[in-house]
């Protein structure tokens, strides 16, 4: 076994014995890895106690273990109860690495020390104006946009899938966001479905449905993107979906809730499992497309109900995790009146499709900045999904060239994190031992790893 490997299989025997103790500490931030001084960073610092008589809690937040940020004291019932305490740091006057380091005594006893890595660059934008990680959806929902690469992806092994990890990690994507774990037939219309009747296809080994994927090679690619992400200390966002596109009704919520939960008691243990991404989409307008007035009312009222109990749901299994949602820009003033009570129980709202937004509607830039004072009334993230591809006469997807891609990260300069959708079959490592889609991902590949460089000079 390498040194590597030994080090990552300690990481994570340590984490499996935090998991099975009767206390669940956890530490993230919002943003994660490098920002700028221009944002404020979230931390989050997540407890649970699952004894069955209650606990103190003490708590220290550090930053670089020289000054204290937070020193709080709390007490938890016994029986499952959660807690999250939040900080927010501004970055201004921060500039170089930086560490948060979380002290927790339980009952007067020291039982956990959480530490977190960031960098902070000087600039006068939100942005670091490159993308800062990607989707990696294990197979293309549609065999028409993916024509060009489902084929390929099909054919992908477990050690292919941390292969490509490795790829994201080579051009400073850190961060994975897993599209989703189930395959589900149903384009719209999951309200006619039931727990029991749902004929979705599992992307891993899951217990709740027997049905598998058997058009893929790879075992388990959500076990081997994680592990992989925890030997480069990046960051995965790990897809709960789907139960069927634009669906936030009650059945949805359940399903979404029992997913959730088989997936942190399978993969909880993995230091890079980073957030919780809901996969269903939706239009910007928060109504699926429906002209039904009732209609829309029905859905808008259905997804503000469905992140409020989801993030509720999802404190009780690891409280300081963030949830994403992936909205397209358009339509945004129809519903301004439920963002605001949607993003208060969403962590993270990712939009996309602001390159081509429809006449008679915002620009893509007005949509940005309309999204960004929401988020900021919200106390919510806004970052980015940028689609790195185009669409043939055929509607199959190709790379989008990048003189493009260095435009929208040039104009929309509000995000504080760049994802983009996607890395498989539209960025392609040329070194990989498999292709995945056509050449121009490989051209694509070596022209945006030539503007890191280019971006490398221009800022020291």
């Known amino acids: 076994m390498t040194k590597r490997a030994l080090t990552a299989f300690l990481i994570c025997l340590i984490c499996c014995i935090a998991c099975k103790s009767d206390n669940y500490v956890g530490l993230s931030l919002v943003p994660y890895g490098t920002v ?42 016994g029986g499952v109860q959660n807690y999250c305490l939040k900080y927010s740091l501004p970055t201004a006057n921060l500039c170089g690495d930086k560490q948060i380091t979380l002290k927790v005594w339980k009952n007067g006893k020291l039982i956990r020390t959480e530490r977190e890595n960031f960098k902070v660059i000087p600039s006068n934008l939100r942005t670091d104006r490159q993308i800062d990680g990607a989707w990696c959806g294990i197979y293309h929902w549609s065999e028409q946009e993916g024509l060009h690469w489902n084929k390929d992806i099909a054919k992908m092994s477990d050690s292919q899938w941390k292969e490509l990890v490795r790829a994201m990690h080579n051009i400073r994507m850190d961060a994975v966001v897993i599209q989703e774990v189930f395959r589900n037939q149903e384009y719209v219309g999951g309200h006619d479905m039931t727990l029991d009747t749902y004929t979705g296809k599992a992307f891993y080994p899951s217990k709740l449905y027997s049905a598998r994927m058997d058009n893929i090679c790879a075992k388990d690619p959500v076990e081997a993107i994680l592990s992989q992400a925890d030997e480069l200390d990046m960051k995965v966002m790990v897809g709960v979906g789907m139960w069927a596109w634009f669906d936030f009704s009650p059945m949805s919520l359940e399903w979404h809730k029992a997913v959730a939960k088989e997936l942190w008691e399978m ?99 007005e949509a940005a900045d309309l999204l960004q004072s ?31 891609i260095i435009s929208e990260l040039t104009l929309l300069d509000n995000f504080e994190k760049v994802l983009t959708y996607q890395f498989p079959g539209v960025f392609n490592d040329p070194n990989m031992s498999i292709q995945i889609g056509e050449d121009g991902t490989v051209q694509l590949f070596l022209d945006y790893k030539d503007y890191l460089k280019a971006l490398d000079e221009s800022n020291k």
């Open 267 to 365: 993969y909880g243990h993995h230091k890079s499992f980073y957030a919780f991404y809901i996969s269903e989409e939706c239009d910007g307008s928060l109504t699926t497309y429906d002209p039904d007035p009732a209609v829309m009312q029905r859905r808008k009222a259905e997804i503000v109900h469905f992140f409020k109990e989801m993030k509720k749901y999802c404190a009780t299994l690891a409280p300081d995790k963030p949830l994403m949602l992936a909205t397209n820009s358009m339509n945004i003033t129809q519903s301004l009146d439920i963002y605001p009570q949607l993003l208060q129980n969403l962590d993270v709202l990712c939009p996309f499709g602001f390159a081509r937004m429809p006449e008679n509607d915002l620009t893509g830039k």
């Open 36 to 77: 700028t001084d221009q944002i404020t960073l979230d931390i989050r610092a997540g407890f649970i106690n699952e004894s069955k008589a209650e606990a103190n809690f003490d708590v220290e937040l550090w930053l670089d273990e020289q000054t204290l940020l937070e020193k709080t004291n709390f007490i938890l019932g």
């Open 374 to 404: 929401l988020c900021d009334d919200a106390g919510s993230h806004l970052w980015f999904d940028l689609e790195a591809f185009l669409f043939n006469p055929d509607m199959s997807l190709y790379p989008k060239p990048i003189d493009q």
